[in-house]
């Protein structure tokens, strides 16, 4: 199958120039920018003729049709220039960019965001704004292309990911892990239009870098070149050569920021602030642009509504070829792409449960996370697992798994080496592109390397799985800067992310599932590096930790006098606390929180029963900090948990020297109830 999307000029369009489409653009970002008062002229109008090239002759899309799985994806890495986005999409037609949206451009409720957000508008492909964070995406979305086409083949899927990335992009850390990677893997699909105009907020880029962009990516095993950036022409040449190399390509396109305004052109006043009604004119005289604020002349709106319709033969020739696909392949496909699991998966996984409380292995929720994965990664064909150079440790690749690698792209599983935040973000781009659920593994206390990447899957709403080993002092002798103390909390904290943390191997199956059902937000498995008892040694098909929290041991020897409220680890020691208190009369139940934000979701009654009224003495435990057990346990209660850093020794000589213990926690219970 062809991937280039046709050149040939729409018989209605010939007469209108690339620099006359390209004014629209800039005519449309200066407008909207001076509208609101606010935004980012510059970049829009300094790549106008770049974006131009690549809509009109290169990228593969249909404006009617958005969702199309095989479009070209283009990602606006420098996403504070979102106008030359905004302007694109409605010029070529997408029905939801209307004019009164560029007209509302930053303000409340319009699909026109300061920063183009995923899931406002069509076409909208990523969420950009974090500097660096769009090309890792778009290193995501090109490996997920490239391992669909390894599964489905050229009729179905043969698409280019483009990027439009500033000199902040590649400043930013993360762009060096992404630009690896993509190099390491070979990932030809990928082009990266640099927009090199050495300029930033605080000036000339050379007040703060002189690195040889050229020579960094050639080093990356990218494929180079420069072009004049206010070419067509050069641009358009620049890309066919950059789609028949083999491999990721990076155009350096040399532009002048604000292009047309008289004086702010090539000066860091045009980046980030209207250029002003004297600056404006002046830019429309010199662009020769005579058309009112907003107002696109016929002539050239035809011409990008021309560019818009141009994909709708290839869209509708690839929509039969699907059609035309055995059955089994088309559902697969199309699977993939609406995100639906596998009839079959959850049975699966609730026979393992069965298995699980019936053997009552003593397991490192690690190693059940890998043995829930055994079963998962048969049963669902979609999970793409990974990890950042610690497969071994976090237990993230099943017997079933291949690498991928640059010269097969059928397997399932990515090696991501020491790239924490590439891999975070490429996940990200993944689940963006659709076809795959994505998970990948890390330290917890290297969530602080991944949190910019994980924030933005919680504000996409994207189904990402991070498996996070270690997660306590119970890793033990790696010491403070290993252990995680403040990162359950600080995680948590993050809206729209669901963190998990299991506390015997059938919650661990329990919330993988939860996991895989939450198609609306990133999940977090927090998982310890020591063993524990299987403590749900009765089997129910129920997945009690769908509700975040539920009494594990209800009291015994009298009414309920005391609540354990537990996660993770801690869960088996407050059980050993439990049986000591009723030993001594106090009849104490045990809750194992899986999920906060689960059990916050219940109602008032429900959590009440799980926790017990106002005459009920509570206690939470926890190897960490207690910043978020005041959500779900109010302010009157005690705190067994972390106040500080850990320490290296054995987990148990710290369990011990930190106060985790069942005595301790027994002599909190004590204290409540006779206080």
């Not at 560029?102 to 508008?121: C, D, I, M, S, V």
């Not at 899927?157 to 630009?179: N, W």
């Not at 990218?222 to 190399?245: E, F, L, M, N, Y």
């Not at 002798?477 to 252990?483: F, L, N, V």
């Amino acid at each position: 199958m062809s991937n280039s999307a046709s050149s040939a000029a729409d018989p209605a369009s010939a007469a209108v120039t690339p620099k006359q489409m390209a004014g629209a653009i800039r005519a449309l970002a200066m407008d909207a920018v001076e509208r609101a008062k606010s935004g980012h002229p510059g970049m829009p109008m300094g790549m106008a003729d770049v974006a131009t090239a690549l809509f009109s002759k290169h990228l593969k899309f249909d404006a009617a049709a958005p969702d199309w799985p095989d479009r070209d994806r283009f990602v606006l890495s420098a996403g504070h220039g979102s106008m030359l986005l905004y302007s694109l999409l409605h010029l070529t037609g997408y029905e939801d960019m209307t004019l009164e949206e560029l007209k509302n451009f930053r303000q409340l409720g319009a699909k026109t965001a300061g920063h183009p957000e995923y899931g406002h508008a069509k076409g909208i492909e990523t969420t950009t704004g974090p500097l660096g964070q769009g090309l890792a995406n778009a290193v995501g979305m090109a490996l997920a292309e490239r391992m669909l086409n390894a599964r489905y083949g050229d009729a179905l899927v043969d698409h280019h990911t483009y990027v439009i990335a500033g000199d902040g992009c590649l400043m930013e850390g993360i762009s060096h892990e992404a630009i690896s990677l993509a190099g390491h893997l070979g990932l030809g699909r990928l082009i990266v239009l640099f927009d090199d105009n050495g300029i930033s907020i605080d000036g000339k880029t050379d007040l703060a870098v002189s690195d040889d962009q050229i020579a960094r990516f050639e080093a990356c095993g990218w494929h180079v070149q420069t072009c004049d950036g206010h070419d067509p022409d050069a641009v358009d040449k620049a890309i066919v050569a950059a789609k028949r190399s083999t491999k990721p390509s990076m155009i350096a396109c040399k532009t002048v920021i604000g292009f047309g305004a008289p004086k702010k052109a090539g000066t860091a006043g045009a980046h980030g602030a209207p250029l002003g009604a004297d600056e404006i004119a002046g830019a429309r005289e010199a662009l020769g642009w005579t058309a009112e604020p907003f107002e696109i002349p016929a002539d050239i709106l035809d011409a990008w509504r021309a560019v818009g319709r141009r994909g709708a033969a290839e869209q509708s020739a690839w929509a039969e070829r699907l059609a035309a696909q055995p059955i089994e392949t088309r559902a697969a496909f199309e699977r993939g792409q609406q995100g639906g699991l596998p009839e079959g998966w959850e049975a699966a996984l609730i026979a393992h449960k069965k298995s699980l409380s019936d053997e009552a292995p003593k397991l490192a929720t690690r190693v059940a996370s890998q043995k829930a994965l055994e079963v998962l990664s048969e049963a669902v064909p979609e999970l793409i697992g990974g990890s950042a150079d610690l497969t071994g440790s976090n237990n993230t690749k099943t017997g079933a798994m291949t690498p991928v690698g640059r010269d097969d792209f059928s397997g399932r599983y990515v090696y991501y080496g020491v790239r924490e935040h590439g891999m975070a973000a490429a996940m990200n781009g993944m689940a963006l592109h659709g076809g795959f659920i994505p998970y990948g593994g890390t330290f917890l206390v290297f969530t602080d390397y991944c949190r910019p990447a994980i924030r933005l899957s919680a504000l996409m709403g994207k189904r990402v799985v991070y498996v996070m080993t270690h997660d306590s002092i119970g890793l033990g002798e790696d010491g403070p800067t290993h252990q995680p103390v403040e990162h359950l909390s600080a995680l948590r904290a993050i809206p729209n992310v669901t963190v998990f943390r299991p506390c015997d191997a059938v919650e661990t199956a329990e919330c993988w599932a939860l996991a895989l059902q939450n198609a609306d937000g990133p999940s977090i498995l927090a998982l310890t590096r020591q063993g524990l008892a299987t403590l749900r040694t009765r089997h129910q098909d129920e997945n009690l930790s769908a509700r975040g929290g539920y009494v594990i041991r209800e009291a015994a020897g009298g009414p309920r006098r005391a609540t354990i409220a537990a996660t993770g680890s801690e869960v088996e020691i407050a059980a050993a606390a439990a049986e000591a208190l009723e030993a001594r009369g106090v009849p104490t139940a045990v809750v194992s929180v899986p999920s906060m934000e689960l059990f916050r979701a219940q109602s008032a009654a429900y959590r009440e029963s799980v926790l017990g009224g106002a005459d009920v003495a509570k206690v939470a435990v926890e190897a960490a900090t207690d910043q978020s057990w005041y959500g779900i346990m109010g302010g009157d209660f005690a705190f067994v948990g972390m106040d500080g850093f850990g320490a290296s020794a054995p987990y148990q000589d710290l369990y011990d020297h930190f106060g985790l213990t069942a005595d301790r926690i027994a002599a909190a219970v004590v204290a409540r109830v006779t206080g």
